[in-house]
Structures are given as C-alpha cells and as structure tokens.
C-alpha cells in the first residue's frame, strides 16, 4: 500500500535538500550526457535524421561487428552460466572442506579484481605466435591466437565468476528438504536434480546470463586485444571510429547500436527475470543438503571441472607474475626487476593518477550509494522511482556508450570537462555508485521502518535518525559501496579510455598502451601491481567492516553478490 | 516521576490508501477520538480496521488526510513526530539492534540534549521501574521477548512523553507472559497517571487494561464504552460477536414499555433489559444472549424448554451446546462442586434473567 497523497518532501527540509542535490547531479551526469549523445546520433543541426543509423547499417563490416557482439555476448553468456552454475552446485552440494571452498572463491575473485584484459594478455603469453605453450611446449609456428576462440574463452574465464556468485546463494538457499521430499517419494538423485533443484535455478540462470550477456556486450577491452581484424565487435569499432578517424559523430552512431541491446538486456533483466523467482535468497543460507544429493562418481567429475578451471586462472595469473618478472617472456627468461623499474619511475605518475582517482572517487561513490538507495528505499518524495531507474543507467549501459557520451557532453562549453580530473571522476561515481545504492536497498529492505520511526517518536530529526540509526546498520553495503568503486576505479576502462588525457590518465590506459607497444613486460608489471593494490584495500575493507561492524548490524556475504 | 497529564482529541481524521486490487480504500474515515487527562483508551477491532493507522497518526508517522488532532488543546496535525514528545511501543519493539540497552533508554534524551549525568540517572531509575536494573549493557539480541518489551517500555516512558501509545506491544509474547507483561503495563500507566492509547485486537486484552474501550471496523469507530457497556449493552451485531461469545437469536418485538422490552423468540416471550433505540413493534429483532447468563434449571422451571445437543467439561467450568427449536445456543455454567446431571440427549428448562439480555435491530450490523 501506498499514501495516494505522496506527502510533499518540503515537511523535511533536510531531506528535499539531498534530494534536490541528488537530482542536480543525475541530470547532470546521467541525463544530460545521454540525451547529448542521442542528439548527436539522430540530430544534425537541429533537423531529426537517421543517416548516422542508416551509414552503420549499410556498412558491411559494421553490421558484421553487430552481429558478433551480440554472437560473442550469447556464447558468452552460455558458457560462463554453465561454469558458473557447475561451480556454485560444486560449491553449495559436494561438501567441500572449507580450506577447498576457500581456494575456489579465491580462483573465482581474481578475474573480478583485475582489470578486465588481464586474462587477454596470458593468453598471449601462453598461445600467441612465442607463446608458453604454442611455441615453447608444441613447437607450433606461425600459430595466431587473435579471433573469436580466444576472445571468447577470456571472456569466460573472466566473466564467469559474476555467474558463480548469483547463483551460489540462490543454491544455498533451496529449501533441502525440497529434495528430500522429491528423493523420498522415490526420484532418483537425477531426476530430484532435473525436475526440483534445476527449475527452481531457472530464473538465477536466466538472471546470470543476462548479467554475462551485457558483461560481455560492453567488454571493450578484451576484444581490443584478442579479436582481430577478422571479427569486428561493437565496443572497439566505435573506439577506433574515435581515436584512430577522429569520427565523433560516427562512433557515437555505432554506441547507439549497442544502446539497443544492451537496454534490451537490462529492461528484460529488471522487469522480467527478477519478478519470477520461486527462491528468496535472504543472505541466512539454508545450510548443506543433509542428505547426499549427488553420487561420489558426479561428485569426483564436479571438483574435476571446477579444478580444470581454477587451476587454468591461477596459471594465467602465475604467468602474468613471472612475466612481470622476466627480461622478455617467450625469448629471454633471466630474472629481473627491470619491469618494476619502468613503472615505478617513468609510470610512477600514471600510478599517482590512478591513485589520487581512484581515492577521491571511492568515499564520493561509496557517500552517493547509501544516500540514494536510503533515499529511494525509505522516504517517500515525488520522482523516488524515477531515480532509482535513472541512478541505474550508466551502470547498465556498456562503458563504452557511456565514455562517448561524457566526450561528447563535456567537450564543448557549457560544461566543459574534458582534461580534467572530475571527469574520470564522476563517471565511475555514477557508473559505480550504483553497487552501493543496491546494496542499500537490499539492506533496508531487513531493516524494519519500525526502528526509524522509533528514533523520530523520541524526538530524533531526519539528520539525527540517518546518522545514529540508519547509519550504523547499513554501514556494511556503505563498505561494499567504497569497495566496488575503488576496485573499478582502479581496473575499470571501458567508459574512461575516453576520458584521460594529457593531465590525467589511468593505469589500465597505459597498460592497453603497452600492450599495443608490444611492451608486455611492464604491461605485466602494472597488472601485477593493480591486483595487488585491489587486494590490500579489499583486505583493508573487510577489516573496517568488522572493526565497524556493530553487534545488531546484518552482515554482508560478499562483496560482489547480486 | 511526574508527567504533564493532558488529553487527546481526533476530531474527524480520514486515512486513505491505494490498494493493488482494492482500488482506494479508507483506513481510517471520520474517526472521532476524546481522551482524557490520565485515561487509559484501547481501540479494538480486527486486523485491518484502521486502529493501528489511527494510532500512527496521533503518533505522527502517518499523516491525516483530513481532520484534526489536538494534544491538551493544542493542535498537532501538521507537527512532525519528532516534535510530539510522545511514547511509541511497537509491536516488535523496534530496539536499535546496535546499541545496548543503555544506549537503546538513552537515545531520546541524549537526542533532547541533556546532560551526561542526568542521562545516566533518568536511565538507572527508569530501568529500575522496568526492573531491568543490571541490563545496561545487554544488546537486544541478547533480551528475551519480554525483556526486550520492558527495554521498549523504558525507553518509552523515560523521555516523559505527554501521550503514551502502545501498537500491539504484546502481540510476540506467549500467552503467560502477555498476562503479566498487560498487568505491569496497567500498573505504570496508573502510577505515572499518563494519558495512554493502547491498539490491539484481543478483546481479553483490551478489557483487562483499559478505562474505555473504543472498537474500530473498517475505518471507523462503531462503540465507545467501558468493557461492561460494550459487553453487555452492545450496539451492533459486530461489537456482539467481536467482544466475547454470544448467541444472537431471531426474534419479534411485541411490546416495548419503560425499562423492559418484550420479544417473542424461541417459541416463548423473551424479556430484555435494554434496546436499541431503533426498536419498535412488530420488528424483526435479534436478541443478544452472553452464555453464561443462561441457567439450566428443570424442565418446566424455565423460561423455555431446550434439548442438551452435548457437553463439555473443562474443570472449572462446562460448556453445553442446547437446541431450541432450530436454534443452537451456546451455555457455560461455572462448576461449583462435582458436576450435576445434566447429560447429552436430556432436556433442560433455560432461565434467562431480563437485565442480561440486549435487543438489537435485525439490520444492525
């Protein structure tokens, strides 16, 4: 039920200050660059034209480039939904010891705390032209690694992992004794997988398709790399349309192609898929199925997959290490410290850059989160749905639509932004943000509203019951919010490789950079150094949380759930 | 501790709400409140009947889509909650799972700005009357129900609100634990003499606490009483059933004189003790008849014959289910001794004393 006369926000002064604020920033950062993007692709000075559609459209290769992305992001999305469910039925049903449930959860972070391409450049290392096990081992010649097997397995191997963690709690969650009733009644453990435990995974598996499916369609980074000329995708058409032809208007034109889809995506995923869940995942866990819900010889074929898998990632990450490590990998194996040197003297910059980012936009971000999903969860103002929806945009919509939309919206006067700092800066707070604003929601949705109200029955304004009340218990998804948006800050570059500049650039910049300079070592040793940072602050948070963590508070699973 | 004693008035609030199936439906219409100074008022009624929306908005959290509330004179309608300086017990209690029990007493007063050490000793004594002395340093997970609802009292009352208001503070608690948790409840109320409005939807409850009882049913207040007046003087068929056990039996109004109503029902003349005013001659009436006001006596010594359908005996007293014609009638009878012989099958005479019987209109719902 809700109030048909939606009381009027001016009752709380405080919070129609925030909210108003709020909008200002979303129009401004959100709205205004997507509506500035539009115009650019379906206006030419003011006179409403779909030539820029119909240029992409009759252009051979570019309508080959559609194809393939939406090709790439369905195998993509097919393959890493079965690892990851074979993962998260390893992990939730084989009764694993915990020491092995924590080695694959540690297999499973890595690609998620990387930057996106890392896994690209071990598969590099290990199946290019002097690749590890293409040259080295097999003695292959001439062999090229670029092209849709490749891209497809890095993209799997890297996305796979957002599969594993929809789908391990709502697995956890089934109600054993479901299956305990179905194997009681005489099913096999077979048909109890096939006819209770798999259809009550059907909406999380649609739900971690989709996630892959827009995953894989924004992935820019990967197919830059791996791709090749032979098969053309979406994302680094329209880089390359921008930096390589200086075709503004042409590059947002083949953005506004992926716009389709990936909205697509994103309205069957909110409106569709998580309407139709029979299993409310509530973070308790159901515990182990207390009876053996698969036989010892699945159960040995299970752990085998997922070791095949989780051994591959370590290796590549092995491999990047000593890369890293080595004068030349493929060619001079010596040990050396060289590549460290390089980027700690002439990158030391691009590392500060990162850094002092990466450091403002975590608390803006992490600030941004538990405002919006509070506000949005608990104060009734006009427009609270609307900017729930608009908060999620940028998040839903490939980077690379939103790097051409900033370039565009913030090039020219009257916000003119381009070179500096908060550019890169506002884009992974609204982009990233959003984590912290679900998180909220999620949480609040345990709080009871009873508690609020209680602190307001005792004489506690707004400002007082969001600071000592609400405050306090969400502090975990405030913590998750911090923590996401660093982690992207720092490995993130879909949206931003559009955005650097001479003042400002970014670590994953100079690392794509290197890479097409064929400087593999130093590219090895930036990879290196973000994992590393990533996890230190990933530690660092975790240990926040619990020095935070009140008694009563709710804790959070993980990280990166849901 | 001695509070400011004031009363309260709703003067025609309205509540609407949109209902997914339902369309725009009232929670609360028209609903006229007058509280006195130190009174102790429940609003009864089922779940749905709009006395816990009332309540939020004398409360404050909810706001009145029209009418007015006033507290001592003093009109509060468009004052926000935390300006009310009233006492809310919820029904879960609503404890701040991450403060302690201290901290949870402390809030409101900490909130208002007072001194450390008068925080501490308002807390200690407050604590004390709660008798939660030694708990300061619990938190609410730790608490049983009980004490979770007396940590819920305490925070309530130390912040020496003018109104106290309960929304169903006992609704978690087992059933042995609501007797006596309603009896302390009673007992502060008296002692600290503060205007209270206590929400709940069992009768038992509302009757054992309350000065005054008001019953709520879609939306609106339909009986101000005290539990005696609504027990026995009820002034539609809905208050009858929803207070208590009750048979309603069809009858016809013959004559109506002075104090005693004349009904002609279950085959015999039937005399009443109160009627609706809406009663005249010759109308279709209902009588309300409690259970325990029929007495079993010999055939013929009754007022009217009835056949005993069965009987059940439990210890202190002995339900029967009799027939009269083709109306069932529910009876409890107390046992005194050992029971007497009275057995499924026989016949009885049934004896009904006129002061107990009320005559309601046929239509009165």
């Not at chain 1, 690749?131 to 890095?154: N, P, R």
């Not at chain 2, 008068?118 to 407050?126: F, L, N, Q, R, T």
Request: aromatic share 8%; proline share 4%.
């Amino acid at each position: 039920m809700t109030t048909v006369s939606a009381p009027a926000i001016g009752r709380d002064p405080a919070v129609a200050t925030v909210v108003i604020a709020l909008w200002a920033l979303l129009l401004l950062f959100v709205v205004y660059p997507l509506v500035t993007l539009l115009g650019r692709v379906l206006f030419d000075h003011g006179a409403f034209t779909t030539a820029g559609i119909a240029a992409i459209l009759t252009d051979r290769h570019q309508v080959r480039a559609f194809w393939n992305s939406l090709l790439l992001a369905l195998l993509v999305g097919s393959g890493g939904t079965i690892i990851g469910f074979v993962f998260a039925f390893t992990a939730a049903r084989s009764r694993l010891p915990r020491w092995l449930l924590t080695v694959i959860d540690a297999a499973v972070l890595l690609p998620l705390v990387s930057p996106p391409f890392t896994t690209a450049i071990a598969m590099i290392f290990s199946f290019g032209p002097r690749g590890l096990i293409t040259y080295e081992l097999l003695g292959l010649k001439g062999v090229t690694v670029y092209g849709l097997m490749s891209t497809l397995s890095s993209e799997i191997l890297t996305y796979f992992p957002i599969a594993y963690l929809t789908l391990r709690p709502l697995l956890a969650a089934i109600d054993s004794n479901l299956e305990g009733m179905a194997l009681s009644l005489g099913a096999s453990r077979w048909r109890v997988f096939r006819t209770v435990t798999l259809p009550l995974c059907i909406p999380g598996l649609a739900n971690a398709f989709l996630l892959l499916f827009a995953a894989s369609l924004a992935d820019f980074a990967t197919p830059l790399i791996l791709a090749g000329n032979n098969f053309p995708v979406l994302p680094t058409q329209a880089y390359l349309q921008i930096t390589g032809l200086f075709d503004l208007r042409g590059g947002a034109a083949l953005s506004f192609m992926l716009l389709v889809p990936a909205l697509g995506v994103f309205l069957l995923q909110r409106y569709w898929v998580s309407r139709r869940f029979y299993v409310t995942v509530t973070g308790k866990g159901a515990g182990q199925t207390p009876f053996d819900s698969i036989s010892p010889a699945v159960r040995a074929a299970l752990l085998a997959a997922c070791a095949v898998v989780a051994a591959t990632i370590l290796y590549f990450y092995a491999l990047l290490l000593y890369a890293s490590l080595v004068q030349a990998l493929g060619a001079n194996h010596a040990l050396t410290l060289r590549h460290y040197r390089v980027i700690f003297t002439e990158g030391l910059r691009v590392i500060r850059d990162t850094l002092i980012i990466a450091g403002l936009a975590m608390p803006l971000g992490g600030l941004y989160g538990i405002l919006v999903g509070y506000l949005v969860a608990r104060k009734p103002f006009v427009g609270r749905r609307t900017m729930e929806l608009v908060s999620m945009i940028n998040y839903a919509l490939p980077g690379t639509i939103v790097g051409i939309a900033y370039l565009i919206a913030f090039n020219d006067p009257p916000i003119e932004l381009t070179g500096t700092a908060l550019i890169i800066i506002a884009c992974y707070v609204f982009r990233y943000g959003a984590t912290g604003i679900r998180a909220t929601v999620a949480m609040l949705q345990q709080i009871d509203k009873s508690l609020e109200e209680a602190s307001q029955g005792l004489g506690a304004g707004s400002g007082t019951t969001f600071r000592r009340v609400t405050l306090p218990l969400i502090l975990p998804a405030f913590f998750t919010g911090l923590g996401v948006v660093f982690i992207r800050s720092m490995t993130a570059i879909s949206a931003t490789i559009f955005l650097v500049s001479i003042s400002w650039t970014l670590i994953t910049v100079r690392i794509l950079e290197n890479i097409t300079e064929l400087s593999l070592g130093p590219a090895a040793a930036y990879s290196v150094l973000v994992v590393g940072i990533v996890f230190v602050v990933i530690a660092l948070i975790g240990r926040g949380l619990r020095w935070f963590r009140a008694p009563g508070a709710i804790p959070v699973t993980s990280m990166f759930g849901g | 501790m001695a509070i400011e004693t004031i009363g309260v008035q709703v003067d025609g609030v309205s509540k609407r709400f949109s209902h997914r199936v339902k369309g725009e439906i009232y929670a609360a219409r028209d609903v006229h409140l007058d509280v006195a100074p130190g009174e102790f008022l429940t609003l009864l009624g089922p779940s749905g009947c709009g006395k816990t929306t009332t309540l939020r908005m004398i409360a404050g959290f909810e706001h009145p889509d029209a009418g007015s509330i006033r507290l001592g004179g003093q009109d509060v309608t468009g004052l926000p909650a935390n300006q009310r300086n009233m006492g809310f017990v919820f029904q879960n209690y609503a404890l701040f799972p991450h403060l302690s029990v201290f901290d949870n007493v402390a809030y409101g007063l900490q909130v208002r700005g007072q001194a450390a050490a008068v925080i501490a000793k308002s807390v200690g004594d407050v604590l004390a009357l709660v008798g939660l002395s030694g708990y300061e340093h619990q938190f609410s997970g730790q608490l049983s129900g009980g004490e979770q609802q007396r940590v819920a009292l305490a925070r309530a009352i130390v912040i020496r609100p003018r109104v106290l208001l309960f929304d169903e503070p006992l609704s978690n608690l087992d059933a042995k634990l609501r007797v006596q948790m309603r009896t302390e409840i009673r007992d502060l109320q008296r002692s600290l003499a503060i205007t209270t409005i206590y929400v709940t939807h069992d009768q038992e409850e509302a009757m054992a606490v309350s000065d005054r009882i008001a019953v709520m049913s879609q939306g609106s207040v339909v009986q101000e009483g005290t539990a005696e007046d609504l027990y026995y003087r009820p002034a539609s068929e809905f208050v009858a059933t929803f207070v208590g056990r009750v048979n309603l039996v069809p009858g016809t109004l013959i004559e109506r004189s002075g104090d005693t109503v004349t009904v002609a029902a279950l085959g015999t003349t039937i005399r009443a003790g109160t009627a609706h005013a809406a009663v005249t001659g010759g109308a279709a009436v209902k009588l309300v008849m409690r259970p325990e006001v029929l007495e079993l006596v010999e055939v013929g010594a009754g007022d009217f014959r009835a056949d005993v359908i069965s009987c059940t005996f439990l210890g202190e007293k002995t339900e029967y289910l009799l027939r009269c014609g083709d109306v069932e009638l529910q009876c409890v009878r107390h046992n005194a001794g050992a029971v007497g012989a009275i057995r499924e099958g026989s016949a009885v005479g049934v004896r009904v004393a006129a002061s107990a019987v009320t005559v309601l209109p046929e239509a009165a719902r």
